[in-house]
């Protein structure tokens, strides 16, 4: 059975920083894109972040870009989303979602990040 689990939120200060992971466990093939989101209390989820798995490439939600940056580990098979400079704005549950195309897409539990002083 797949598993997606996200690690690495927890409460900092504002303009700190946090390192999320995600790891996926149980995928019987080869995810072509994973995406971090996030939701916030009396919003909408928002796109935060996605990378290609074959390319490597990246997009960035506007109001992340410059701060934070997903990556991929291959060491580890996790995909990475490292938060520089947070703002209270940025508290929110995040979540990491796999998408292998052909409808396989699997949504981990969410973890929390909360920015305050």
């Known amino acids: 059975q797949v598993q997606v689990v996200e690690s690495g939120g927890g409460l900092v200060q504002p303009g700190g920083s946090l390192r999320l992971s995600c790891a996926a466990s149980?995928?019987?093939?080869?995810?072509?894109?994973t995406r971090w989101y996030r939701q916030a209390p009396g919003k909408a989820r928002e796109l935060v972040a996605l990378?290609?798995?074959?390319?490597?490439?990246?997009n960035y939600a506007d109001s992340v870009k410059g701060r934070f940056t997903i990556s991929r580990d291959n060491a580890k098979n996790t995909v990475n989303l490292q938060m520089n400079s947070l703002k209270p704005e940025d508290t929110a549950v995040y979540y990491c979602?796999?998408?292998?195309?052909?409808?396989?897409?699997?949504w981990g539990q969410g973890t929390q990040v909360t920015v305050s002083s």
């Open positions: 990378i290609v798995t074959s390319s490597g490439g990246t």
């Open positions: 979602n796999v998408d292998g195309g052909n409808g396989r897409v699997y």
């Open positions: 149980g995928l019987t093939f080869s995810p072509f894109v």
